[in-house]
Nanobody
């Protein structure tokens, strides 16, 4: 069993930055573990943002956030982070961290992820 606790989001003006974190506890991660970030805007489907393979440090980003968002992890603290820069109104959403314990690689498929954080609201004002 894995528990994920996300940091508080916030209200940011366009062009600003925000850093989210996700603290994991419970079962020790394996070399196959993938952690990712998803988001869901009002009236829209939940979408993939970025993912990282825990042991390999390989990453993948959705086109909409490439060059602006950076995913990272702290192995010692079992913590996942998302640095968000140059934020726009379109980034407004509830952000979720998630864990895929299987051999899914850098999957963007919601169904591959088993454990989810509680979600945190990020609002960007224009």
């Amino acid at each position: 069993q894995v528990q994920l606790v996300e940091s508080e989001g916030g209200l940011v003006q366009a062009g600003g930055s925000l850093r989210l974190s996700c603290a994991a506890s419970g079962r020790t991660f394996s070399r196959y573990t993938t952690m990712g970030w998803f988001r869901q805007a009002p009236g829209k489907e939940r979408e993939f943002v970025t993912a990282i393979i825990w042991s390999a440090d390989s990453t993948r980003y959705a086109d909409s956030v490439k060059g602006r968002f950076t995913i990272s992890r702290d192995n010692a603290k079992n913590t996942l982070s998302l640095q968000m820069n140059s934020l726009t109104f379109e980034d407004t959403a509830v952000y979720y961290c998630a864990v895929a314990p299987g051999r899914v690689g850098l999957s963007g498929r919601i169904s591959d992820y088993v454990y989810w954080g509680q979600g945190t609201q990020v609002t960007v004002s224009s």
